[in-house]
């Protein structure tokens, strides 16, 4: 009985001394965290969840409180050392790690920024981000998520199923693709890459070679956008954005597949953050046999983005984007023999740094520089078929070459450099109902181009803007914006867009929101360089040519239904193009004349000559029906249709029937449209995607006369697995059932193209 009171008596007396540190610790007062967040425009933000806990103790307590809708909130906190942070969609999250003394009280007003890679705001329809129901602008978002889970890995792969595009792509595997929005020329989109122009000057961005490693988003602004973005934006503007680094764990990701055409691809993503310091980099290799002879293709990626914050309003951000394809081009083989030969090789390079910062209150300046550089690389060193006949004018000049009755494998040696490098400054003073952006742009343009008779070309432009917004009204959204370029060739334009985004109605249950948007905008194309200077051929450069323009206005309602289960957007759209450049063949009128078909002089000009003129007219109208719906928990639904009604209008130095005045515009479908499946299931995901097109007025340019390039239908598929946590299987099938098509004419587009592969990823954590 003594021996059981003396353990007591120990158990009591260790309980007592060891609670005394814990007694004495929930006596210390507690600390507290307290202040008011605000947007951009000052205004308060309520439902931000603010929260902290123990630095050394990821799984320990959580501390948590909500903003009220002024801004403001409050936290108590036992003293310690917290890491706490701030989050509400679409706000960039933030984070601080503070040591907390008892009793003390500190007070943290924070301004939150929209986060540029967050699905409900829109980067590039405006001066300034905006969210996605307040832009004017007709503009589609594409998340990582969408990209993942369609397994896509080309910009063609995921941007064909988008509303209002069209691609045409000039053979299976690295041949030219060519991009239309709704119904402009492939050059009349401006495409960025993290703020960065990558168009050669003047010209078409070939998106064979794009990959989506590193792509977090792109954003797609359908409407003439030249009055934020200048000379190549007439009928829209495409935009990618590049991955940040958000843990302090770092997150990577590994992949590999494989499949049919001994394709093989793999590579991977390493983020992570360290302090003010975040990073994102990823590397791809893809190599693939292809379907026929000839049709090789390898693709490189290299990419990288990386930021510093000096404070919660000082950020500094680089990125970098690398991609390198080999292709082997058989050629138009529906209708002449593989050119067995002939290779295209592209590099394209860009590079972008931006300094936001504010300046009191209100004031909001951003710097900005950027250069690309595109590396084109055509030749043919050897023939492998020839025009057989003792009066051919396409001799045999290699033993192999393969005899046709009228086609012609020439050799040649094209190489294109082009470099556009640029300087932009802009500040913009931000009130709660009101923005105004002025800006300034200085940018340089070389070409090095081996069949034109200089050596290098260049070319300095210089533009200034402005842009407001005004929101007189909760449920009203205007903007208003001018631009006046001056280009080393054609001068001055002016150039300005308007748009208004209206709320019509707020609503729950089975009829949701009703809003209603209405935009106009002005668009120029500068000419190419090889439409300015005089070739080696004989042709002659126009340097009176003036910009080729677009006058765009479209309108459109968008209704959520059914609890916001589903979105329905429809849209018309009218473009009219006009100074549209054409080339024609100056041939000398007959004695005694001593004119030329042109009907033009100039001194030392060859009695025939090429040479370009701002002739042709064209017009685009139309729809474009979306329709977006959560069918179930596990089922979402997406689907649109375009129809396109583009017109020739005036075209007096049409070369081939196709370009006629009366036709649709080439290689434009009168009417597409997709619909996609996507189901997840515990761990299975899976993509079920189709996607239609009807028949095109197109050429063969081979002076066949065909004209018109049949329609056709494909269906794509992809699912994953996920094993654990971190490791899934992955399968993709592109033309699932082997439909053979062309996206342009004479070039046959891929059959069924199966991989399967590994997917390793660490989701990182702070």
Same mark, same amino acid.
């Given at each position: 009985?003594?021996? *059981?009171?003396?353990?007591?008596?120990?158990?009591?007396?260790?309980?007592?001394?060891?609670?005394?540190?814990?007694?004495?610790?929930?006596?210390?007062?507690?600390?507290?965290?307290?202040?008011?967040?605000?947007?951009?425009?000052?205004?308060?933000?309520?439902?931000?969840?603010?929260?902290?806990?123990?630095?050394?103790?990821?799984?320990?307590?959580?501390?948590?409180?909500?903003?009220?809708?002024?801004?403001?909130?409050? !936290?108590?906190?036992?003293?310690?050392?917290?890491?706490?942070?701030?989050?509400?969609?679409?706000?960039?999250?933030?984070?601080?790690?503070? /040591?907390?003394?008892?009793?003390?009280?500190?007070?943290?007003?924070?301004?939150?920024? *929209?986060?540029?890679?967050?699905?409900?705001?829109?980067?590039?329809?405006?001066?300034?981000?905006? $969210?996605?129901?307040?832009?004017?602008?007709?503009?589609?978002?594409?998340?990582?998520?969408?990209?993942?889970?369609?397994?896509?890995?080309?910009?063609?792969?995921?941007?064909?199923?988008?509303?209002?595009?069209?691609?045409?792509?000039?053979?299976?595997?690295?041949?030219?693709?060519?991009?239309?929005?709704?119904?402009?020329?492939?050059?009349?989109?401006?495409?960025?890459?993290?703020?960065?122009?990558?168009?050669?000057?003047?010209?078409?961005?070939?998106?064979?070679?794009?990959?989506?490693?590193?792509? #977090?988003?792109?954003?797609?602004?359908?409407?003439?956008?030249?009055?934020?973005?200048?000379? /190549?934006?007439?009928?829209?503007?495409? @935009?990618?954005?590049?991955?940040?680094?958000?843990?302090?764990?770092?997150?990577?990701?590994?992949?590999?597949?494989?499949?049919?055409?001994? =394709?093989?691809?793999?590579?991977? @993503?390493?983020?992570?953050?360290?302090?003010?310091?975040?990073?994102?980099?990823?590397?791809?290799?893809?190599?693939?046999?292809?379907?026929?002879?000839?049709?090789?293709?390898?693709?490189?990626?290299?990419?990288? =983005?990386?930021?510093?914050?000096?404070?919660?309003?000082?950020?500094?951000?680089?990125?970098?984007?690398?991609?390198?394809?080999?292709?082997?081009?058989?050629?138009?083989?529906?209708?002449?023999?593989?050119? $067995?030969?002939?290779?295209?090789?592209?590099?394209?390079?860009?590079?972008?740094?931006?300094?936001?910062?504010?300046?009191?209150?209100?004031?909001?300046?951003?710097?900005?520089?950027?250069?690309?550089?595109?590396?084109?690389?055509?030749? =043919?060193?050897?023939?492998?078929?020839?025009?057989?006949?003792?009066?051919?004018?396409?001799?045999?000049?290699?033993?192999?070459?393969?005899?046709?009755?009228?086609?012609?494998?020439?050799?040649?040696?094209?190489?294109?450099?082009?470099?556009?490098?640029?300087?932009?400054?802009?500040?913009?003073?931000? !009130?709660?109902?009101?923005?105004?952006?002025?800006?300034?742009?200085?940018?340089?343009?070389?070409?090095?181009?081996?069949?034109?008779?200089?050596?290098?070309?260049?070319?300095?432009?210089?533009?200034?803007? !402005?842009?407001?917004?005004?929101?007189?009204?909760?449920?009203?959204?205007?903007?208003?914006?001018?631009?006046?370029?001056?280009?080393?060739?054609?001068?001055?334009?002016?150039?300005?867009?308007?748009?208004?985004?209206?709320?019509?109605?707020?609503?729950?249950?089975?009829?949701?929101?009703?809003?209603?948007?209405?935009?106009?905008?002005?668009?120029?194309?500068?000419?190419?360089? #090889?439409?300015?200077?005089?070739?080696?051929?004989?042709?002659?450069?126009?340097?009176?040519?003036?910009?080729?323009?677009?006058?765009?206005?479209?309108?459109?309602?968008?209704?959520?239904?059914?609890?916001?289960?589903?979105?329905?957007?429809?849209?018309?759209?009218?473009?009219?193009?006009?100074?549209?450049?054409?080339?024609?063949?100056?041939?000398?009128?007959?004695?005694?004349?001593?004119?030329?078909?042109?009907?033009?002089?100039?001194?030392?000009?060859?009695?025939?000559?090429?040479?370009?003129?701002?002739?042709?007219?064209?017009?685009?109208?139309?729809?474009?029906?979306?329709?977006?719906?959560?069918?179930?928990?596990?089922?979402?639904?997406?689907?649109?249709?375009?129809? /396109?009604?583009?017109?020739?209008?005036?075209?007096?130095?049409?070369?081939?029937?196709? !370009?006629?005045?009366?036709?649709?515009?080439?290689?434009?479908?009168?009417?597409?449209?997709?619909?996609?499946?996507?189901?997840?299931?515990? +761990?299975?995901?899976?993509?079920?995607?189709?996607?239609?097109?009807?028949? +095109?007025?197109?050429?063969?340019?081979?002076?066949?006369?065909?004209?018109?390039?049949?329609?056709?239908?494909?269906?794509?598929?992809?699912?994953?697995?996920?094993?654990?946590?971190?490791?899934?299987?992955?399968?993709?099938?592109?033309?699932?059932? #082997?439909?053979?098509?062309?996206?342009?004419?004479?070039?046959?587009?891929?059959?069924?193209?199966?991989?399967?592969?590994?997917?390793?990823?660490?989701?990182?954590?702070?």
């Amino acid at each position: 009985m003594k021996k *059981l009171s003396f353990s007591a008596s120990i158990l009591a007396l260790l309980f007592f001394v060891l609670a005394i540190p814990a007694f004495s610790q929930s006596q210390l007062p507690d600390a507290h965290v307290l202040g008011a967040l605000t947007d951009p425009s000052g205004a308060g933000i309520g439902s931000v969840r603010v929260t902290a806990r123990l630095e050394a103790a990821a799984s320990a307590q959580l501390w948590s409180a909500t903003s009220t809708t002024d801004g403001a909130y409050h !936290l108590s906190l036992p003293p310690g050392r917290y890491v706490i942070h701030f989050s509400r969609d679409p706000f960039a999250p933030r984070e601080f790690t503070w /040591d907390l003394s008892p009793g003390e009280s500190r007070t943290l007003d924070l301004r939150l920024e *929209l986060e540029r890679l967050s699905s409900s705001v829109v980067v590039t329809a405006e001066a300034e981000p905006v $969210l996605r129901p307040q832009s004017t602008a007709p503009t589609d978002v594409i998340t990582r998520e969408v990209i993942d889970q369609r397994q896509a890995v080309s910009i063609p792969d995921l941007l064909q199923f988008s509303t209002g595009l069209t691609f045409a792509r000039t053979g299976a595997n690295g041949g030219t693709s060519s991009l239309f929005l709704d119904g402009g020329n492939s050059n009349f989109t401006k495409v960025l890459v993290d703020g960065a122009p990558i168009n050669p000057p003047g010209g078409a961005v070939d998106f064979s070679v794009l990959t989506l490693d590193n792509v #977090d988003k792109v954003e797609i602004v359908r409407g003439a956008e030249s009055a934020l973005y200048g000379t /190549d934006a007439v009928s829209g503007v495409v @935009q990618l954005f590049s991955h940040r680094g958000t843990t302090r764990i770092p997150s990577v990701t590994l992949f590999g597949d494989g499949g049919s055409y001994a =394709n093989g691809r793999g590579g991977g @993503q390493f983020s992570g953050l360290l302090g003010a310091f975040d990073y994102s980099g990823a590397a791809s290799y893809l190599e693939t046999d292809g379907q026929g002879p000839n049709d090789a293709f390898l693709n490189r990626a290299v990419t990288g =983005n990386f930021g510093y914050a000096f404070s919660d309003t000082n950020h500094l951000r680089l990125t970098l984007r690398n991609n390198t394809s080999d292709a082997g081009i058989p050629g138009q083989t529906v209708f002449e023999p593989p050119s $067995l030969h002939q290779q295209y090789d592209q590099k394209l390079f860009s590079a972008s740094a931006r300094w936001e910062f504010v300046s009191g209150d209100h004031w909001h300046y951003q710097l900005s520089g950027s250069e690309s550089y595109t590396h084109q690389h055509s030749f =043919n060193p050897e023939q492998s078929f020839y025009i057989g006949g003792s009066n051919s004018f396409c001799p045999q000049t290699n033993p192999d070459a393969v005899a046709t009755t009228q086609f012609c494998n020439y050799t040649y040696d094209d190489l294109y450099n082009y470099n556009r490098a640029g300087f932009s400054a802009q500040t913009t003073y931000i !009130l709660r109902d009101f923005a105004a952006t002025a800006g300034y742009q200085y940018e340089v343009e070389n070409g090095s181009i081996s069949y034109l008779a200089q050596t290098h070309v260049r070319r300095n432009n210089q533009a200034g803007f !402005l842009d407001f917004r005004y929101l007189p009204h909760p449920r009203i959204s205007l903007n208003l914006g001018v631009r006046a370029e001056a280009n080393g060739n054609f001068g001055t334009r002016v150039v300005p867009r308007a748009g208004a985004s209206l709320a019509l109605r707020y609503g729950r249950g089975f009829w949701g929101d009703t809003r209603y948007r209405v935009f106009y905008g002005v668009g120029i194309k500068e000419p190419r360089f #090889d439409q300015l200077y005089t070739d080696q051929f004989g042709d002659i450069g126009n340097p009176s040519l003036k910009p080729e323009a677009s006058k765009n206005w479209s309108t459109g309602i968008e209704q959520k239904l059914a609890n916001d289960r589903v979105k329905v957007t429809a849209e018309y759209f009218s473009n009219r193009f006009y100074n549209i450049i054409s080339f024609a063949f100056c041939s000398a009128l007959p004695p005694p004349s001593t004119g030329n078909t042109c009907g033009i002089s100039l001194p030392g000009a060859p009695p025939g000559f090429g040479y370009y003129f701002n002739t042709d007219l064209a017009r685009a109208r139309g729809t474009n029906i979306a329709v977006e719906a959560r069918a179930t928990k596990w089922l979402f639904v997406t689907g649109n249709y375009t129809y /396109d009604d583009s017109l020739i209008l005036k075209s007096p130095n049409a070369y081939d029937p196709s !370009l006629i005045p009366g036709n649709r515009l080439a290689r434009r479908p009168p009417n597409s449209g997709s619909i996609t499946f996507t189901g997840t299931f515990h +761990r299975f995901n899976a993509t079920l995607a189709g996607y239609f097109t009807g028949q +095109r007025t197109d050429s063969d340019f081979l002076g066949l006369g065909y004209t018109r390039n049949p329609g056709y239908a494909r269906i794509d598929m992809a699912a994953s697995y996920n094993v654990t946590r971190s490791l899934a299987f992955t399968a993709r099938a592109t033309n699932l059932f #082997d439909k053979q098509y062309q996206d342009a004419l004479g070039y046959p587009a891929l059959g069924r193209d199966y991989r399967f592969g590994l997917r390793y990823q660490f989701a990182g954590h702070n």
